[in-house]
């Protein structure tokens, strides 16, 4: 499984969108749902920050809105932070490194990009899934986007080919090839669903597709 340590965290940034087609687009879209949905004031929980590419871009978005940044990799989380003082942000923003349970503050929304699919079906999606749940306010809306089961024969072929015209070389095309099959822990659709209701969430809207990669409102 990716590690998001070391050279991981460093070349983040500069990887990502070769990895997961729509990458911008899906962060986009996320985005002005806030946009349009959250009032001014509002603290956004961000789960999986890594290097702060949410946090950034909403905070621009509204400059009265505050966060919690919360990852699990403590060197995706320097590059965050450190992302967040040249921004001049860093007072709106809450960095936290470590499980969600030690947090407190209760939030008007929270986004999960790209983070539940390292994480497995062995009871511990659930408990992410139920950490984020205790920490929004009634009828705040969950962003989660995930790398999904395959529903053709030919979909992640199609990715790796993608990714390829994205720019990603040979070694990564291998590299992105062995995760996709081993290290990610994808769900189907009906186990999606069945789990965020198993959680407290109402039924997943998808608003963004890319082959593998779904992203839902719930
Ligand atoms: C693919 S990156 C996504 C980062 C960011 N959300 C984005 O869209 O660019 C996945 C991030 O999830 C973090 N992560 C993995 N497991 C996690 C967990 N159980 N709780 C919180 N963060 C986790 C990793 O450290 C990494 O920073």
Not at 63 to 91: C, K, R, V, Y
Not at 115 to 137: C, H, P, R
Not at 143 to 157: G, I, K, Q, V
């Amino acid at each position: 499984m990716p590690t998001f340590t070391d050279e991981q965290a460093t070349h983040y940034d500069s990887r990502i969108t070769r990895l997961v087609p729509g990458y911008e687009l899906l962060h986009q879209l996320t985005n002005v749902q806030l946009q349009t949905t959250l009032a001014d004031g509002a603290h956004i929980l961000v789960v999986g920050a890594g290097t702060g590419k949410e946090v950034l871009a909403l905070a621009k978005l509204n400059p009265t809105w505050q966060f919690t940044a919360q990852d699990t990799s403590s060197d995706m989380l320097n590059i965050a932070q450190a992302q967040f003082a040249e921004h001049g942000i860093s007072e709106r923003v809450h960095v936290h490194f470590g499980p969600l349970a030690k947090l407190t503050q209760s939030a008007d929304a929270a986004l999960c990009l790209l983070v539940m699919q390292f994480v497995a079906d062995n009871g511990d999606k659930k408990q992410l899934l139920k950490d984020i749940k205790a920490l929004l306010k009634k009828s705040a809306a969950l962003y989660l986007a995930d790398l999904m089961r395959p529903e053709t024969t030919f979909e992640r072929d199609a990715q790796i080919a993608l990714c390829a015209q994205l720019g990603l070389a040979e070694a990564g095309q291998n590299y992105m090839r062995h995760n996709l099959e081993n290290e990610f822990y994808p769900l189907d659709r009906m186990r999606f669903s069945e789990l965020l209701n198993e959680c407290g969430f109402a039924q997943p809207k998808l608003y963004f597709k890319a082959l593998g990669f779904s992203g839902y409102v719930v």
